[in-house]
């Protein structure tokens, strides 16, 4: 059951985050993918598996759903034995950088040789390669057209011949780089970097100067605008276009950008009305920096188009990213009905949820409920007044679960 186990682990990690999955079998659960994967694109969070098993199938629904969940956000299937699982953890420790940046993320069906110029900026401190196939080999060319070795800066992070390997670097000068990778069969190839220049994305079917009135996926059927929020680009430098861009590598769509907002520490930028492709894609953006050096950033998911649907509002317990209501010290006189309305173009909707803040702590109290309760009970919320001192994690998590 590890896509329920994934999705589980998405919810609660910060957004952004890392999910390694170690496992010897495919997902039974594969069902529930879909739910996965736009969860993913809302929380950016890239899954990387590290399989010692897959029940002898690798065409089974339940092996795609790896490949398709690591496809979405950046990540990779590894396959190795568990004598090599230890030799994966190291490279999972390097791995995990803060300030990761992505560069390409491609994917192939097929065996081949595939080479691509990709502009290193400054900025960049460290790039990694990583191949995961069959019969893995990877070539570096600097911008002079050297083959950069092992001796000569070139680590190798992971190298397992039948499935995997993995080099990093540190780019000397910035330019065009050339990266040539081969496997005997299917194979996916991410490169990263070590950048304070990065970017996120957001959707919207009207202009918006800021990134949290947009929505995380595009809409199918609408035209709609993809906003992009750089952080970490210096005057002058800009952003030109951004390419929708995919899983193989080929260009879908590229639309010129325009700046919309300037702020001291990121840049807000837009891109023309377009109609969502119904393949999966990645947003490529491209620009120069500060010094007019070429510079290249990649999404760390890809996007796909969901149908438009009426608006509706949904009561979370622990509230939302956006458009919360905090009370922070609540008082009986804070009690009573509160309504939550949501207006976009699609409709508006409402919900209701109503609010008792007893006088004792509720694990013990006997302070009643206002009856008949105006809602049903699941949407009834209980919490005690600042005066109580029951205080304890445990009390507080029992009066989440009331």
């Known amino acids: 059951m590890s896509v329920g186990a994934i999705k589980a682990a998405v919810e609660v990690a910060n957004p952004g985050s890392f999910i390694y999955v170690f496992s010897d079998a495919r997902a039974k659960d594969y069902h529930k993918k879909n739910e996965l994967l736009q969860l993913l694109q809302l929380k950016q969070s890239q899954v990387v598996f590290v399989l010692t098993g897959d029940c002898g199938n690798r065409t089974h629904p339940g092996y795609l759903a790896y490949e398709e969940i690591a496809s979405t956000s950046s990540g990779q299937v590894f396959q190795l034995d568990k004598q090599q699982v230890t030799e994966v953890l190291k490279w999972v420790e390097s791995a995990i950088q803060a300030s990761k940046v992505h560069l390409l993320s491609v994917d192939h069906e097929e065996e081949g040789e595939h080479t691509w110029r990709i502009p290193f900026d400054p900025s960049l401190k460290e790039v990694t390669i990583s191949l995961s196939g069959p019969g893995p080999e990877i070539e570096v060319r600097d911008p002079l057209g050297r083959v950069l070795q092992t001796d000569e800066g070139l680590n ?15 780019p000397e000068r910035p330019g065009l780089w050339a990266i040539k990778v081969y496997s005997s069969g299917r194979h996916s190839v991410r490169i990263s970097g070590i950048s304070n220049i990065n970017f996120r994305a957001g959707f919207s079917m009207q202009p918006s100067l800021d990134l949290n009135h947009t929505i995380e996926w595009p809409l199918q059927g609408v035209p709609i605008s993809v906003v992009i929020n750089s952080t970490g680009l210096q005057a002058p430098g800009h952003l030109d276009s951004v390419e929708l861009s995919h899983s193989s590598g080929k260009s879908l769509l590229t639309l010129p950008t325009q700046l919309l907002s300037n702020g001291s520490t990121h840049q807000l930028w837009a891109g023309p009305p377009f109609h969502t492709p119904k393949e999966r894609f990645y947003l490529k953006v491209k620009g120069q920096d500060h010094e007019g050096n070429p510079l290249l950033r990649v999404s760390g998911v890809s996007y796909s188009g969901v149908a438009p649907g009426g608006l509706e509002v949904i009561l979370a317990p622990e509230g939302s990213k956006s458009g919360t209501l905090r009370i922070p010290a609540a008082q009986e006189r804070d009690g009573g009905l509160y309504t939550c309305r949501a207006v976009n173009e699609l409709g508006d909707a409402s919900a209701e949820i109503q609010l008792v803040v007893g006088r004792e702590c509720v694990l013990g109290s006997t302070h009643p409920l ?3 309760l105006p809602l049903p009970a699941r949407n009834l919320v209980s919490v005690c007044s600042t005066d ?3 205080g304890t994690l445990e009390s507080q998590r029992k009066l989440r679960q009331v």
């Open 156 to 170: 190798v992070l992971l190298n397992i011949p039948d499935s995997a390997k993995v080099v990093a670097f540190k």
């Open 370 to 372: 206002p009856l008949p």
């Open 388 to 390: 109580c001192n029951c």
